[in-house]
Structures are given as structure tokens and as C-alpha cells.
């Protein structure tokens, strides 16, 4: 006997049975059943798609008006919606070029910034914004670079001072340069670069090195990468990153004028780049967030990255509760059975700042023998003591090596609404699927 049948007979036996237009609510919802058993959780984003794009997204949600979110991918490209993520509008950013590494940004002002690289012969950071909400942009302007490919900017990431303090709404912006890209000279070295703007981007300060500890330059385990500021309720400026020390942590107290050195925070089994079988390449590299809401966690620190303490890759988070004094111990976020052989890798994670909640984004293999993949999302209202996973991905997909699937994908989230965006592959298809929930 079906599923419909047995509820049909079942109300049919009760005792308003006679009663016409209660039959004639139960046809239609008989007929609503099967989308309210199958509901999809993804939207498709995109609607152009290729072998080599689109991939490595990020994504912001409006604090403003939180109905509007952006996002966008390799190369250039930006996604709208303006009605919670039910529907996306795509299009390609103005340029005048765009070379990789998109972040997306809405500061408390509402206004949208859209950082990335420029191409590797002109070398540099760029910044745009949208004063609309993310409908329409402004051109690219150079925040710092050059006119060659010596030496070379990588990874960059923004983020805004939402406190009350002399430094509110103040950019600040962090990088990795190269002074050669991929050389295995060990004359070339790496650092971590940082800037500043307190004009809503409109001009930054030239970058200083907050890197004591250098990197090499070959873009492996021993490079300096990863750099991703946060900023705490008091307007001190967070900042941690990976290398050969591990994942490593600074802070500034003056607005992101001067930094203390680097200490290491956790030691990153097996590095922050690894293998993960179907993936051209992947990593764990660390990021970085501060609850800055009124919830019992306010001004915590988290660190949330990937790597193989376990054996295979688990997502983690360390916090600290006294300004990166001190750090917890690991807390593993996927909740599977430990060492099992399954890889959880390629996370993201923010931290909501009205509620205080813990949102992370990963891939997930814990259901297959193979190299089929699912898309979890881990929350914690606890400050990460412990986390409730939930597959968010409607179906698996399975990865191949000869298609390069990006080094990110994204989450934003604002008052318990949550935003994620990620990249998947269909046979040779590239394509960006979200999942948009107000918990």
C-alpha cells in the first residue's frame, strides 16, 4: 500500500470524514505530499557553466537588509538575490581585470565590497563595491601591487570593525606576497601583508609585514598562507594563518596599526595543503572569527580549519576566551565516528554576529565507499563545546582530478540566517549551488 493511501484511509476514518471540503483538503495536500516528502534544499546560482569555471566562491549576506546577499566565483564572476537566496541573478563583474581569489564583503554600512587579484603579469589587490546592495559595481581600483609579476600577491581577505570604538567601520584587508610565485629558490620567501582603510575603501593604507616568521616561496606547506582578520567587540584586530609553524596568531590593539608577533596556536597534522582523492588540489587553511554579539560567548576567538590528526581529514575548531592568550584544545566538528577512513576537508565557517552561533561549512564523504560527496553545514549555540551536522547537498557528486575545483567555498550568516555557497561537478560541469535557511 502507497504512502498516500494509507493516510488517505487514515483521515478517512476519522470522524469528520463526511465533511466535502475537508476531502477536498486532503486531495490537495495528496497531491503537495510528494515535493513536502523530496524537498530540495540547493539552488542553482548559476546558469553558465564550463570545464574550467565557475569555482572557489564566497558569499555575504547584507546586515543592513539581510534579504540581500552576494556572492561570486572564478574568474569574475557575481551572483544577486535580493529575496533571501530563493532567486539568483548572475553577471560578470566590470574589471577592468580580474584574475582570481573572489571575496565577498557587506560592512555595517551595507555597503558591498568585492576584493580580488589581478593577473599574474600585472600583479596586485583590487577592491570594488556596490553602494545598491550588490546590484550594481563600481570599477576595480588597485589597493597595493605593481606593474610585474615580482613580487606576487595571493590569498587576500577582508573584513570591517563593527564595534563601538574610535575604530568602527574601519577595512581591514591581509594577503600573502611572493617574492617570487612557486620558486624553489630559498632566497624567495613569503609574509603576510596588511592594510587599512577608514574611508569605506575608498583609499588604504600602504601595507605593512605582520609576518615575522617568513614562509618559502614554492606555495606548499611551508608558505605563509591563509591570512584572515577578524576584529573583536573592543576593535582589536584578530588575524591567524598557516605555515611552517602551523596555524600561527597575531593581534593589534591601535586599529591595525601595529601588530605583536606570531605565536604559534595549533600544530596542523600533515600541513594545511593534502591530497583528497578526485581533487586537484585542496587545503585546510585557517579562518578566523570573533563573536561579537551579546550572547554568554561574546568575544570569543575561533579558528576553524582541516587536517589528518585523526588519520583521515576532520574540520576543527580552537577558541580562545582571553584575547589569544591562551587556546582550547581541538574540537572536532564532523560528528562521524572518529578514524573511520572518511575525509571531511575544504571548510568555511562565520560566526552569526546577532546570536553568536557557530556556522561551518564543509565537504563530506562519510556516507560512501567511493569518491562521491555530500555538503554538511555544522552549527553550535554552545561556543563550539558541540556541534549538530545536517547535509544540506541534495544529491552526491563525484570530483575528478583533471577539473580544478578551487581552494574555497563560503557561509555567511545574520540573525540565525544562513547562507552557503559551494561548488559542484556534473559529469564536466562546474556548478554553484546555495542553501539559504533561517533557523
Known amino acids: 500500500m502507497s504512502s498516500k493511501n494509507l493516510i488517505l484511509i487514515t483521515i478517512c476514518h476519522s470522524g469528520e470524514s463526511r465533511n466535502p471540503f475537508l476531502h477536498m483538503k486532503i486531495l490537495l495536500a495528496l497531491l503537495l505530499l510528494p515535493s513536502l516528502l523530496f524537498a530540495q534544499n540547493e539552488v542553482q546560482v548559476n546558469t553558465k557553466s564550463s570545464y574550467f569555471e565557475p569555482e572557489e566562491v564566497s558569499i555575504a549576506i547584507n546586515p543592513r537588509n539581510p534579504r540581500y546577499i552576494i556572492g561570486g566565483a572564478n574568474l569574475d564572476w557575481i551572483y544577486f538575490s535580493g529575496d533571501k537566496g530563493k532567486t539568483w541573478v548572475e553577471g560578470k563583474m566590470p574589471g577592468p581585470v580580474i584574475y582570481g581569489d573572489p571575496m565577498l564583503y557587506f560592512d555595517m554600512l551595507g555597503i558591498g565590497y568585492y576584493c580580488h ?3 599574474f603579469g600585472n600583479t596586485g589587490i583590487y577592491i570594488a563595491k556596490s553602494l545598491d546592495n550588490g546590484k550594481t559595481w563600481s570599477s576595480s581600483k588597485k589597493i597595493y601591487g605593481n606593474n610585474g609579476s615580482v613580487p606576487f600577491m595571493d590569498k587576500e581577505w577582508l573584513t570591517s570593525d563593527r564595534s563601538e570604538t574610535p575604530f568602527k567601520n574601519n577595512l581591514y584587508i591581509s594577503w600573502t606576497q611572493f617574492d617570487k610565485y612557486g620558486s624553489s629558490n630559498p632566497k624567495d620567501s613569503s609574509r603576510i601583508l596588511f592594510s587599512r582603510s577608514t574611508d569605506q575603501g575608498e583609499t588604504f593604507s600602504a601595507p605593512i609585514q ?6 618559502d616561496a614554492k606555495d606548499g606547506d611551508s608558505t605563509v598562507e591563509g591570512a584572515v582578520p577578524c576584529v573583536s ?3 582589536k584586530v584578530y588575524i591567524a594563518w598557516s605555515g611552517p609553524q602551523g596555524i600561527v596568531f597575531t593581534k593589534s590593539t591601535d586599529g591595525g596599526q601595529t601588530f605583536a608577533d606570531e605565536k604559534p596556536v595549533v600544530k596542523q597534522v600533515g600541513g594545511w595543503t593534502y591530497a583528497i582523492p578526485g581533487i586537484y588540489r585542496c587545503n585546510g587553511l585557517p579562518f578566523t572569527d ?3 554579539s551579546e550572547s554568554d560567548y561574546r568575544g570569543t576567538i575561533y579558528i576553524n580549519y582541516s587536517d589528518s590528526t585523526n588519520g583521515d581529514h576532520d574540520i576543527f575548531i580552537i577558541k580562545s576566551n582571553d584575547e589569544g592568550e ?3 584544545n581541538p574540537i572536532r566538528v564532523n560528528d562521524d565516528k572518529i578514524g573511520n577512513g572518511k575525509e571531511q576537508f575544504m571548510s568555511h565557517f562565520c560566526v552569526d554576529p546577532v546570536t553568536g552561533v557557530i556556522n561551518v561549512l564543509f565537504y563530506d564523504r562519510r556516507n560512501y565507499d567511493d569518491n562521491r560527496t555530500d555538503v554538511y553545514i555544522a552549527r553550535s ?5 558541540t556541534f549538530k551536522n545536517t547535509k544540506i547537498s541534495d544529491s552526491p557528486f563525484t570530483p575528478t582530478p583533471q577539473i580544478f575545483f578551487g581552494d574555497y567555498i563560503g557561509i555567511s550568516s545574520y540573525n540565525n540566517l544562513v547562507s552557503a555557497l559551494w561548488m559542484r561537478l556534473d559529469e564536466t560541469k562546474l556548478s554553484v549551488k546555495n542553501f539559504t535557511k533561517q533557523f
Open 233 to 235: 567587540p573592543k576593535g
Open 290 to 292: 570573533c563573536d561579537i
Open 326 to 328: 591562551t587556546w582550547s
Open 381 to 385: 549555540s554552545d561556543g563550539g563545546t
Open 210 to 215: 605582520i609576518s615575522k616568521f617568513l614562509g
Open 117 to 119: 587579484l589581478g593577473p
